[in-house]
């Protein structure tokens, strides 16, 4: 029964949740060129956390309309990132500012949420953080199909996203339509970033860490997509474990423990983009 369970929808929730958060993040720096933009920092995982409250609001036992609810509020934070950071010029770092800010909003939401109906949320750290300690198995067999469907389709959609690095002229001259090409990939990172928000909470920094690392590869994005479900699953049951028995008998979230991995990586990135911008 502890195996059953307790370990292993842990573990079979930890291979999800790290495979289409890292999924999610490298087409989202593919999309945006930008190697910052990631579910979690440009508020796409925020806003699928609000979204995922209201649905357990209005219908606690619907694993289903979680889902929905989830993509809907990861749809509405990655177009309102785009519109607002459109409208102040649009650069790479404007996007990343926007989204700190629209991830912000959301956060505020959920907060709100959980002091005013805290039935929403009975582990609240275990949310906000995020971990994987408490999934379900109906969870599980809620996300799996949208993760699995997720997946496939952006290595259906890999080539296409692999002509956007070519910049946006070029790729139109090859016959790629940019908008449409870009808009698919941004929608499959909301949907796999909202499937994991159902089943791990506002887990950061896998969706920047993992792909990161894969893009450091000079591959194309299909095998990179691969490497991204591989090392991404891996990389969360590892440091779950690790946030499991480092302080036994105590026990972290996993979130807690990527948050004081992903925040040195970030600002090791903005650190290398300036000294590449210097040369």
Known sequence: MV??????PRVLAGLLSGASLSVSGLLLQEALSN??????????????????LLAILAMPGSPELRIVAAFLGAGIAAGLVLFISHLAGGT????ILTGVAVSSLFTAGINTVTTFFPETSPDKAAFTIGGIQNVSLSQLTAAFPLILIGILLSLILA???????????????????????????????????AAAVTLSGLISFVGLIIPNMIRRKTLGVFPQLLLCTLYGSSFLILCDLAARTLFYPYELPVGLLLSFLGAPFFLVILVQRKRRAKL
């Not at 195996?3 to 292993?8: D, N, S």
């Not at 070519?166 to 990939?185: F, H, I, K, M, S």
């Open 35 to 52: 190697d910052l933009a990631s579910p979690g920092i440009i508020g796409v995982n925020a806003g699928a956390g609000f979204f995922t």
């Open 3 to 8: 195996l059953r369970y307790a370990r292993l």
């Open 159 to 193: 080539q296409r996203v692999e002509l956007l690095r070519l910049g946006d002229e070029a790729a139109y001259g090859v016959g790629l339509n940019v908008r449409v090409c870009r808009a698919a990939a941004i929608a499959l990172a909301a949907l796999l970033a």
């Open 92 to 95: 790479r770092f404007t996007i």
